[in-house]
């Protein structure tokens, strides 16, 4: 994407998909979070507009700070409808849903999504990104793409480790089955205690206390308790909306779930949360 060109983008991104399509210096056009309306109507408005060479869509395939899963079969409908190119950075979809492969092949929709990118240091547990689609354009990325030709490539090691992660998550469902089950289980033990764990779909269990210095205080007191889950707060957040993002993992067994749980609730019962 250029200078002629416009990108849209849904307004919950990542930080990484905002920066990319600044650096492209297209036109960016932000449409409310999954919102297929707003998404029609302003690729309807851009395409008609007639000002651009190429009109993109871009998401997030699995949404980082609050886990639901993007509408791609409603996108993908809206990018025939109007010509657009389909981008989908899958950083927390792979390893998590399609059988691992992804949000784009969890709907079916592999031969109909242009680009599908994605990282190798989340579930791959590795570093490293991927990006995946036509072979003409892989090519032709490899020959354009300024961050991939002007920098180091991974090291062996790193790309021997990504390999065999990637033949264990084909060869062995259970980590992915183990993986949804501690994030049914957490995300269960959560509500049932009174917390806003959000609209997630997925493993991502967000707990949502509001104000941004009690998420902070939260956050402390609970690794102070043995519990390492992050606060994540305005601007990566909107204002107002400061939440624990916590990130269940296939190797957490039932026992340290349920010692999270017990330290939720005592947490949360002395700060007068629950
Ligand atoms: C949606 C999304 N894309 C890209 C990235 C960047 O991944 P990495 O740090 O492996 O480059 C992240 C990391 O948080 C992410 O959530």
Known sequence: MDQHDAILSDELNH?????????????????????????????????????YHKIMVITDGVFSMDGDIAKLPEIVKIAEEFDLITYVDDAHGSGVLGAGAGTVKHFGLSDRIDFQIGTLSKAIGVVGGYVAGKKQLIEWLKLRSRPFLFSTSLPP????????????????????????????????????????????????????????????QFSKRLYEE?????????????????????????????????????????????????
């Open 157 to 216: 090691a790193a790309i021997a480790s990504c390999s065999a992660s990637v033949d264990i998550l084909m060869n062995d469902k259970e980590l992915i089955e183990k993986l949804w089950e501690n994030g049914n289980d957490l995300k269960n033990g959560l509500s049932r205690l009174g917390y806003d764990v959000g609209q997630s779909e997925t493993p991502i269990t967000p707990c949502i206390i509001g104000d941004e210095v009690t998420t902070q």
């Open 15 to 51: 930080a990484s998909i905002i920066d990319g399509c600044r650096l492209s210096r297209a036109k960016v056009i932000r449409f409310k979070h999954s919102d297929m309306n707003d998404l029609r109507q302003q690729a309807k408005d851009a395409k008609e507009s007639g000002q």
């Open 226 to 274: 043995g519990v390492y889950a992050k606060a994540i707060l305005f601007p990566t957040v909107p204002k107002g909306t400061g939440r624990i993002r916590n990130m269940p993992t296939a190797a957490h067994t039932k026992e340290m779930l349920d010692q999270v749980i017990s330290v939720y609730e005592k947490v949360g019962k002395e700060m007068n949360l629950i």
